[in-house]
């Protein structure tokens, strides 16, 4: 069973920044395409940011110049850096594997941008 554990949100101000983690079992982090996607209130889960195993990325266009994905093998850890938040990106984030479906979602970690 893969378990999929997200952190490091939490509330932030306008144009603050915040670096979220997401840990896997195994080496899941390295041997697949993964992603990063988020759901706000009221909303679907929504895609922002996928990584392939060769370091390819690719972020949604309202994300790009602001967020960016990023992993590290040996850590065994996909990151997500944020910055220039605004309160449209307050959501639960999600990371799970881009291709091939999705494994189990985890918990995800919640990402509040307020003044």
């Known amino acids: 069973q893969v378990q999929l554990v997200e952190s490091g949100g939490g509330l932030v101000q306008p144009g603050g920044s915040l670096r979220l983690s997401c840990a896997a079992s195994?080496?899941?982090?390295?041997?697949?395409?993964m992603g990063w996607y988020r759901q706000a209130p009221g909303h679907q889960r929504e895609f922002v940011a996928d990584?392939?195993?060769?370091?390819?990325?690719n972020h949604v266009d309202s994300v790009k110049g602001l967020f960016t994905i990023s992993r590290d093998n040996a850590k065994n850890t996909l990151y997500l850096q944020m910055n220039s938040l605004t309160p449209e990106d307050t959501a639960v984030y999600y990371c799970?594997?881009?291709?091939?479906?999705?494994?189990?979602w985890g918990q995800g970690t919640q990402v509040t941008v307020s003044s």
């Open positions: 990584i392939t195993t060769g370091g390819i990325t």
């Open positions: 799970n594997r881009f291709t091939f479906g999705p494994f189990p």
């Open positions: 195994g080496n899941i982090i390295e041997v697949y395409h």
